[in-house]
Nanobody
Framework: QVQLVESGGGLVQAGGSLRLSCAAS????????MGWFRQAPGKERDFVAA????????YYADSVKGRFTISRDNAKSTVTLQMNSLNVEDTAVYYC?????????????WGQGTQVTVSS
């Protein structure tokens, strides 16, 4: 089993930045791809960003490309999402996920989520 715990959410004004973190335990973190997903009220959970097990490769949803950056520290079993130039459409609950297939855009294990609210 794997445990994922997100932190760093909050309320920010449009144009601002937030940094989300996810701490993993229970599995060999460094052999799995990791991702961030988000779910806005009344909508399905959507893919945001993913990073390969080594950290050398990343890819993003078009809606966040150029504004968000995913990174990981395998020594600390953490994955981070730096979010810049936030807009109200980024408001959602953000989930960290362990991905068994890097290019799948599908999460397999989930954290509890952290709320991000962007005000205009």
């Amino acid at each position: 089993q794997v445990q994922l715990v997100e932190s760093g959410g909050g309320l920010v004004q449009a144009g601002g930045s937030l940094r989300l973190s996810c701490a993993a335990s229970g599995r060999t973190f460094s052999i799995y791809a990791m991702g961030w997903f988000r779910q806005a009220p009344g909508k399905e959970r959507d893919f945001v960003a993913a990073i390969s097990a080594s950290g050398r490769n990343t890819y993003y949803a078009d809606s966040v490309k150029g504004r968000f950056t995913i990174s990981r520290d395998n020594a600390k079993s953490t994955v981070t999402l730096q979010m810049n130039s936030l807009n109200v459409e980024d408001t959602a609950v953000y989930y960290c996920s362990l991905m068994t297939v890097y290019e799948s855009r599908r999460g397999d294990y989930w954290g509890q989520g952290t709320q991000v609210t962007v005000s205009s």
